[in-house]
């Protein structure tokens, strides 16, 4: 692996079905970060982490949830999909300037999600 | 309230033209600046960023900005733009310090016209 890889690359899935994005990363860095992208809307953050162990809300947190268990993995959940979750969704990750570093932030190549 | 304004959704230049790309900020606090460029189908990819220093950064393919504190501008440049740089461009800031949260810019399409 070699800086973030996500999966699946696209997806199509029924409304009220769970889904669950992964996102992996091989720099060590503590932040992760998951995105939308909407048109016309720019990106979004989702959800965030600062640190393994640690997650907080971004600016459209509804209907998603996240976990943090490693350093590597920060994968984020759609319980229960709806319509307007179609999307693509974009994970990063940077070294966090709580700890010092710059916020510079490195993006994986993006899940593409239909909701129907 | 932070806000990252970028004033063009599309720009259409020639191959071999100039370009700038405006991006304005709203931070009270010292900022981190990055552009960043995503081709179609593509993540974004880190074209330059300003943490301290010199106020005029280079960046990868030929790009480069320059910020300007008192207009709160960190525009990007390139002397001549090829077929290659049709994209989007986002503008973002960081707070110095703060948090790891950085505020994207809606985003400008370049069209290059050949």
């Known amino acids: 692996i070699a800086g973030i890889t996500q999966a699946p690359t696209s997806q199509i899935l029924a409304a009220g079905r769970r889904m669950t994005l992964r996102c992996t990363q091989d720099m060590r860095h503590n932040a992760m970060y998951w995105y939308r992208q909407d048109l016309g809307l720019g990106l979004r953050l989702i959800h965030y982490s600062n640190t393994a162990g640690t997650t907080g809300k971004g600016e459209v947190p509804d209907g998603y949830s996240v976990s943090r268990a490693n350093t590597d993995d920060f994968p984020l959940t759609l319980a229960s999909a709806v319509p307007s979750q179609t999307s693509v969704y974009f994970c990063?990750?940077?070294?966090?300037?709580?700890?010092?570093?710059?916020?510079?932030?490195?993006f994986g190549p993006g899940t593409r999600l239909t909701v129907l | 309230a932070q806000s990252v304004t970028q004033p063009d959704i599309h720009i259409t230049v020639s191959e071999g033209a100039s370009l700038e790309l405006r991006c304005n900020y709203s931070y009270g606090a010292t900022p981190y600046l990055f552009w960043y460029v995503q081709s179609p189908g593509q993540g974004l990819q880190l074209l330059l960023k300003y943490f301290s220093g010199d106020t005029l950064v280079q960046g990868i393919k030929g790009f480069e900005a320059e910020f300007k504190r008192s207009q709160s501008s960190f525009n990007l440049r390139k002397p001549s733009v090829h077929w290659s740089d049709a994209a989007e461009y986002f503008c973002?800031?960081?707070?110095?310090?703060?948090?790891?949260?950085?505020?994207f810019g809606k985003g400008t399409r370049l069209h290059i016209l050949p």
């Open positions: 990063a990750s940077s070294y966090s300037v709580l700890a010092g570093g710059y916020n510079e932030q490195f």
């Open positions: 973002a800031v960081g707070i110095m310090n703060r948090d790891d949260k950085i505020i």
